[in-house]
């Protein structure tokens, strides 16, 4: 990794006219669109695009990972869902203001195709579940022997959805957004995707809700002279193996730990079955040299990471000023991967300085926070002036009778 004193990072996830073209063609033609473009793309011919799953068998093991790691996403979501409460309050006198949590009617979660990334589909289903959400339905393209891998299948029928579809890419994207014969619409997309996805869902929201768009992974690490060069480089690396275009940062105020840390991740790599992908990842990444931790901070919290591990001594003394990432990993033993399978935090998060407005996916992110007016006529007495004064500072005559027609 080049070793620099200043680092500035821009993603831009551009547009093509070709995504333009495919979600408008699904749009128009529906499942013969589907058939010609995951024939195109995943070189696959389906007649029907929705999977049985009744019949699927994994081993033992497989599926006692698959629940447990869904077990500590639910008792996470459950405590989330415990801090968003229907109330009724009475700020004035007959006037009283409430709100209404309400779960989404129906919401697509997408699970990207190559390795069975059933980790996905428990951090988007589970979630969804604990929120309430009646229908759930997943597409993930048919890039095992012409199906879906019998890992994600499992991971559905534990969380008891039964709508499955072999379709990827932006063709899935636009089936979901706007339905077709086999593939109902649904209110929201969730779930990680290619640059194709994300434009895709860049394309279709606003007709329907997304998560949000997200690019390749990251992960900063602030380390000091305390910390383990053999650590920081694996945690490097495993997010390196995601993807070509991951972003592997280092930030550190000891030169000492650069030079060995960049040492290590080269014999590391060597071991590693994804060690092509993992290079090219490594050489875009980049170790930044700073005075103090201080100035680390400030470079965190400039980048946004989506995974921010703190890898000094005494980390608990930093947390607070630490504002802007999608999960932070306080401490030697609080791996990234552990946050991406068994620790029940969600690993879908934001990317590209998204951190700075918002978190990772939640299960407030399948409710609706609706909200309720009730007036008596002791409150009318006392809000109503106050909302015809601005309506008339505003020009609206028709907000103005509107409030008239109930004095008389």
Same mark, same amino acid.
């Given at each position: ?7 500035? %990072? ?66 996470? *979501?459950?405590?989330? +869902? ?11 006198? @007959? ?21 069975? =990334? ?42 008891? &959805? ?26 929201? %997309?969730?779930?990680? !995707?290619?640059?194709?996805?994300? +434009? ?48 592997? %940062? =280092?930030?550190?105020?000891? /030169? ?14 060597? /071991? ?11 050489? @875009? ?23 921010? /591990? ?31 399978? *068994? ?10 300085? !998204? ?5 990772? +996916? ?32 505003? @020009? ?6 509107? &409030? ?5």
């Amino acid at each position: 990794m080049r070793i620099v004193k200043d680092l500035n %990072i821009s993603w831009e996830l551009g547009e093509t006219t070709e995504i333009k073209e495919i979600v408008k063609a699904v749009k128009k033609h529906g499942d013969k669109a589907l058939g010609k473009y995951t024939a195109r793309f995943d070189g696959v011919s389906l007649k029907e695009f929705k999977i049985d799953i009744s019949e699927n068998i994994i081993d033992q093991e497989t599926q006692d990972a698959i629940k447990s790691s869904a077990e500590m996403v639910r008792k996470f *979501s459950e405590k989330q +869902l415990a801090q968003l409460k229907d109330f009724e309050y009475k700020p004035i006198p @007959g006037v009283f203001l409430g709100q209404r949590v309400i779960p989404i009617r129906r919401v697509g979660i997408y699970v990207p195709g190559g390795f069975p =990334l059933v980790s996905t589909l428990i951090m988007c289903g589970v979630p969804a579940k604990v929120a309430g959400v009646k229908e759930i339905i997943v597409c993930s393209p048919p890039s095992f022997n012409g199906t879906i891998h019998p890992t994600i299948l499992a991971a559905a029928r534990y969380l008891n &959805i039964n709508e499955i579809y072999a379709v990827g890419g932006p063709q899935a994207i636009a089936a979901m957004a706007y339905g077709t014969k086999t593939i109902n619409k649904v209110d929201k %997309i969730v779930g990680p !995707g290619s640059i194709y996805v994300n +434009l895709a869902k860049k394309e279709v929201f606003g007709d329907v809700g997304i998560d949000f768009i997200a690019g390749p992974t990251e992960v900063l690490i602030i380390a000091d002279e305390a910390a383990d060069p053999q650590i920081i480089a694996s945690d490097l690396l495993a997010q390196a193996e995601h993807d070509k275009n991951a972003l592997p %940062i =280092l930030v550190t105020t000891c /030169e000492k730990i650069a030079k060995e840390v960049n040492k290590t991740i080269d014999t590391q790599m060597q /071991e590693l079955s994804t060690k092509n992908t993992a290079k090219a990842s490594i050489e @875009g990444g980049a170790i930044l040299l700073v005075d103090d931790i201080d100035d680390a901070i400030t470079a965190a919290n400039r980048i946004a990471p989506e995974h921010l /591990e703190l890898q000094v001594k005494d980390p608990e003394n930093y947390v607070d000023r630490l504002t802007n990432y999608g999960t932070l990993f306080i401490g030697e033993l609080s791996a990234v991967a552990l946050g991406d399978y *068994s620790s029940g935090l969600n690993h879908t998060l934001p990317t590209n300085t !998204g951190a700075r407005y918002t978190g990772g +996916l939640s299960v407030k992110d399948f409710l609706k926070l609706q909200t309720t007016l009730r007036v008596t006529e002791k409150g009318f007495s006392e809000i109503a002036p106050v909302a015809k004064k601005l309506a008339e500072i505003e @020009g609206l005559d028709g907000h103005i009778k509107s &409030i008239e027609q109930r004095r008389s």
